[in-house]
């Protein structure tokens, strides 16, 4: 069974850091682009962070470029996301994803095949 476990979320006061976690097990992900998308209360599910299948080639959604770095360790099966300089409108539940195979760093959630179940970020002002 294919499973993206994420973990790191928490509460954080504005201007502090988190680093997410996707876990992922049951097959590998090596030739697999890998995403971070969030959804905040009420809005719809937007893209934050993507790397290619080859980890050369990642996209950030412009609001966190500059403050959030994605990163994925292919020993581990892993995809990081740290986030600095945090603020309130960072607030949401971040999910990872896995999107097909050799895929560029897209910011389509379409393109992405399987999800986490997420993980809560709060960002106190």
């Known amino acids: 069974q294919v499973q993206l476990v994420e973990s790191g979320g928490g509460l954080v006061q504005a201007g502090g850091s988190l680093r997410l976690s996707c876990a992922a097990s049951?097959?590998?992900?090596?030739?697999?682009?890998m995403g971070w998308f969030r959804q905040a209360p009420g809005k719809e599910r937007e893209f934050v962070a993507a790397?290619?299948?080859?980890?050369?080639?990642?996209s950030y959604r412009d609001s966190v470029n500059g403050r959030f770095l994605i990163s994925r360790n292919y020993a581990k099966n892993t995809v990081y996301l740290q986030m600095n300089s945090l603020k309130p409108e960072d607030t949401a539940v971040y999910y990872c994803?896995?999107?097909?195979?050799?895929?560029?760093?897209?910011?389509?959630?379409?393109?992405?095949?399987?999800w986490g179940q997420g993980t809560q970020v709060t960002v106190s002002s």
């Open positions: 049951g097959r590998t992900f090596s030739n697999n682009a």
């Open positions: 790397i290619s299948w080859s980890g050369i080639e990642t």
């Open positions: 994803a896995a999107g097909r195979t050799f895929l560029g760093a897209s910011r389509l959630g379409r393109e992405y095949e399987y």
